[in-house]
Structure formats: structure tokens, C-alpha cells
């Protein structure tokens, strides 16, 4: 049984998990621990999680206080929709480890999912107390920097905790031997045709995802006889016609699903890449600790997260002036570069345009207040300004992203404790990328969340003519709506305090829809992020250390 573990074990490092499950099917029967763990990690991640359920609670029989399937059997009871149950086992895990930054971020973000808000101050006081008391220097666990982006927070302990994290996936990868940007300078230089600056963008989102739907006429409008675009991808291939788009954009499409982060790295080298843009960075499914081993002269982080990867090998964090100002500086271990007026791209090709609002369930004579984010972005003080919005605008009702069927009564009930009715809550259930961004316009106007805004969402609410009210915070994530909003025109729409937010909200309801002005210029777009890059790798040329980088 040893061998087939250990098998198993190696299948899994390099994210070959069906093949995981096809070695440890066989032993299914017996009554250890181990295997019973690996099997039912195997099949969740192999898009089994129903099949997961019964080996992890094996698990669990044969050892009570396993932590590993404690968390892989909430991760399998989330992808059910059973956010509840899952919460509950992070619950156990919390109390199992309540020093552990894991632990209470994995408690606090299950609670989250299914707007379970009784415990959300102790939550955050117990992860915040877990981040404070840890040294600055460890490396011993995941800290999930993801559920800290959505809760109050101090920058400084979202750099903690990404820190922490970036050392704990990165144990055990070595550098490969240094490249130095000036050798391969003298072989893009003037006589030799043929060569490019090659850049490499590492993603498991070159599909049918919001990252790909960002960033696809970005990637058509790239100079291809200065650059060599390739796309290093991580991902499924789904056969979307988003997926086909991005094949077709003239980029080298390099699939590395199959390979460990050791294994992208060495690709990438072998490639000869000179800047590496990671865009998942601490985001499900990532393989942003391919960049440990330095594959590129220059690397850099962009669009996937939110905020600070918090890793030594990360040289610079693209944005703009108002998602990271240079006064944020000591909130970045990267090095800030600016783009001159929104650091998220977008698809200028969409139309989209108001349809009739009976095929969503929506009132044709009321104002619809778009909630597009998901609920975990919803905290207790948002919840609270949007039941204050629907006291004070009887003709308006909530339109919220489901979250489920077991959050989406939560919400109602949280409602009904607020004193209103239940069913001026209606929930989108889920649909397709192209459904999806379709019925946005039915909307009047779209409420942001924060601390964490929309991203994707606001940009979508604002292609679909809807306008967005954000209230602007100190980290990344909670100023990308702010960003987009100057972009589009709309700078008044970017409040300072959830009273003005619900004021802003209220003239708005009672007067003329404000004009967006489109703002999605993806030639322009792809020549100032080329300019960007040329900076950067000027910079590693001239065998200077990476700097912030300041928008024209």
C-alpha cells in the first residue's frame, strides 16, 4: 500500500488527479486514513465532490482530528452547494487550531459564503489576533490572503499574510541559474530579425472566465512584430468560444496543466521568456510559485489578485494611480508600476443592451437595485445600508446574485430582521458569461459592496449602462471600483462613508441616470502596457533593481 501512496502522492503534486484516483480506487476498501484522505482529495479535485463525501468521512472515523480532511470535505460540501455543512467543518477545524491563520481565514470566509453573520465579529477578531501574533518571519502555513481581501482589514496584515503564505508554497523550489536581462538584450539588438521581447502570461483562466473575458482584446491587440505573446496555461480547456478567441489572437498557447511549478518554471526557461506576468497570484488553482524558481529576468503581478503577493520573486504589481498609490507603497512587496488610467482591461466588442425584465422575475415599474458581487463580499455594514436604501425607496426591490439556496434564505431572513419584506429580495441564479452580462441591464443601478468592491462586476454593470455606487477604501480591492468609475467618467459616484453611499444612492433613485462615458480603448490599452513592460525590462537591462514605476 506504501508504493500506491506514494504513487498517488506524485500524481497529485503534478495536478494529475484522476490518475490519483485511478491508483487509489483499488485499495478503496481499506481502513486507512491515508489513502482514504488522498482518494477523496483525488476525486474533489478530479470534479467528483459528490464521490469525495464517502471516502473523507471515512477519513474522519478513523481519525477524528484530521485537519487536512476536515478541509478537504468542506471543499467538497462547498462545491454541493451545501455552504452550511462546509462552514461547519471549518468550524472544527477553528477550534482544533485556533492559533492558526488557516484555520480561522477558511472559518471566517465559510460563514461568509453563506451570510452566516452571528459570529462575524469574533470571526475577524480571532483571525485578526492569529495574524497579529504571528512571526514575522513564518512559513508554516496558508494563510488564504483571499478571505482577508473581503473583510476589514489593515493593509499591513494583508502583507503579512501573503507573505506568510508565499513562503509556505514556495518551500522546496530552488532558482534556476540566473539569466541576465543585459545578455539577452544583445540578442534583441538592432541587425538580428526575428527577435522579440518575450512575454509570458501564466494563467489557469484562458477559458470561459472573467479573467479571460478582461483580458482577450487586450491580447488581440498586441504588437506581435515587437512582442512574442505566450500564454502559459494552467486550465481547462472547455471549448468555449471565449477559449477559441484567445487561441486565435496570434499568442503562442502553451498548455502546462500537466506540469508542477517546477516543471512551468523549467518550460518557461526553456522558452527563453523575459517577463513573466502571473495573473492568478493568491487565487484558487494557482501556480504563481512557478515564478520561485525565477524562470524570467523580470516578473510581475497582475489582474488575478487583489492585492500584494507578498513574495520575494514577484519584482513589480501593475495598477494605476488610484488602486495603488505610491503612498501604499509599504503595503506592496513588489514594486508599484502604474498604468496611466485604469489598470483593468476590458472587451470593447460587447454590446450589450437592455432587454425586457418579466424573463428575470423583475417588476417592469420598479427601480432595481443591481447586488451583482457574491455574497461573501456582503458584510453585516453593507447588508445594513442596503435595507436602509429599501426603507427609504419603497419602489425599489434588491437584485442579488444567488449564492445558493441556503445563503439566499439567509439573506432573506437577515432582511426580515431589518423589518423588510423577504420578497423584495430576488435572486439571479446562475447562467452563462454571455446570459449573465445580458440581464445586468434590466438593472436601474448597481450597489457596490466593500471592503471589497466589484472588479469584473463593476465593469460589467458599467458595459451594460448601469451605473455604480462604490464607497472607496485604503486597499486594492476596495478601490477598483473607484478606478473604473474615473475611468468611465462617473467620479461622483465614489463616496467616502456608507452614509453617503445610501445619500448618493437616494438622489440618484429620484433623478436622471448619469452618462457613462466609454472608456474601453484596448489599442490603447495594449501600447501603455507595452510601454510598461519596456520599462521594466530597460530597467533589468541596465542591471537596476526593480523600481516603482510612475504612469506618464
Known sequence: MRSVLRAALAEMARQRYAEAVDLLTPLAHLPSNELQRYLGESLRRSGRPQEAVGPLMQALALKMDDIDAYLQLAFALQSLQMKVEAAECFRTVAALQPDSVMAQSYLAHGDQQCARWQDFDANLQALLAAIRHKPDDAADEFGVPFTLVGLPHDPADLLKVSRLSSRFLSRGLKPLPQVKAGDRARALAPGRPGERLRIAYLSGDFHAHATAALLVETLEQHDLERFEILLF???????????????????????????????????????????????????????FTALACRPAPVQVSWLGFPGTSGADFIDYIIGDDIVTPFSHASAYSEKIAQLPVCYQPGDGRR???????????????????????????????????????????PQALLWQLSGGEQADAQLRAEAQRRGVAPERIHFMPPADMATHWQRLACADLALDTWPCNGHTTTSDALAAGVPVVTVMGDGFAGRVAASLLTAAGLPELICDSPQAYVQQVIRLAGGVRPTIRPWIDSRRFARELEALYERMWERAVQGLAPAELRAP
Open 233 to 287: 496555461s494552467h486550465g481547462p480547456d472547455d471549448g468555449s468560444e471565449l477559449q477559441r478567441r484567445i487561441r486565435n489572437t496570434g499568442s503562442r498557447f502553451i498548455d502546462v496543466s500537466h506540469l508542477d511549478a517546477a516543471g512551468i518554471a523549467a518550460r518557461m526557461r526553456d522558452e527563453a521568456v523575459d517577463i513573466a506576468i502571473d495573473l492568478k497570484g493568491h487565487t484558487a488553482g494557482s501556480r
Open 351 to 393: 454590446t450589450l443592451t437592455p432587454g425586457p425584465r418579466a424573463p428575470w422575475g423583475l417588476p417592469e415599474q420598479a427601480f432595481v437595485l443591481l447586488g451583482a458581487n457574491p455574497v461573501y463580499k456582503i458584510t453585516p455594514a453593507v447588508f445594513d445600508a442596503w435595507m436602509t436604501l429599501l426603507h427609504q425607496l
